[in-house]
């Protein structure tokens, strides 16, 4: 059985398009968010992302990957000036991952307001995890 991005009721309305993408392309998406729709407040990031399952032996050549792709000149959605990917090992939960951060699906125009609001959210975000530093 196969994942129905169009059928499923929580794949948030701004991320669905980038999800689609990267599915068609051979990834596995395992979580997602436009960062302003919060089907689950608690855990919804208030910037968007898609997180993409990988291996521990291919985490860091998949990142690279992800990297280009969502890099080149024909990706046909817009990367905020926040845009990043990462990749990662959880050692106690044994997964690898791919993040996927600040990449929307629809034009720069129509999204403005959110990716102003996805830049000062990271901005807080940065500056709360340095406060926690000193």
Do not use: K
Request: one cysteine or more.
């Amino acid at each position: 059985m196969s994942y129905d991005i169009d059928g499923d009721p929580f794949m948030n309305p701004g991320i669905r398009e980038v999800v689609r993408y990267l599915r068609d392309r051979g990834y596995i998406t395992m979580d997602s968010g436009d960062g302003q729709t919060a089907y689950w407040p608690e855990c919804d990031l208030t910037i968007p992302y898609v997180y993409i399952l990988s291996h521990v032996r291919h985490v860091l050549v998949d990142g690279e990957a992800v990297h280009r792709l969502l890099s080149s000149e024909d990706f046909p959605f817009t990367r905020t000036e926040d845009f990043d990917v990462q990749a990662s090992y959880s050692y106690v939960g044994s997964t690898a991952m791919v993040t996927v951060l600040g990449v929307l699906d629809e034009t720069a125009e129509r999204n403005e307001a959110l990716i102003t609001r996805t830049r000062g959210a990271i901005v807080a975000f940065s500056d709360v995890a340095l406060e926690g530093e000193t």
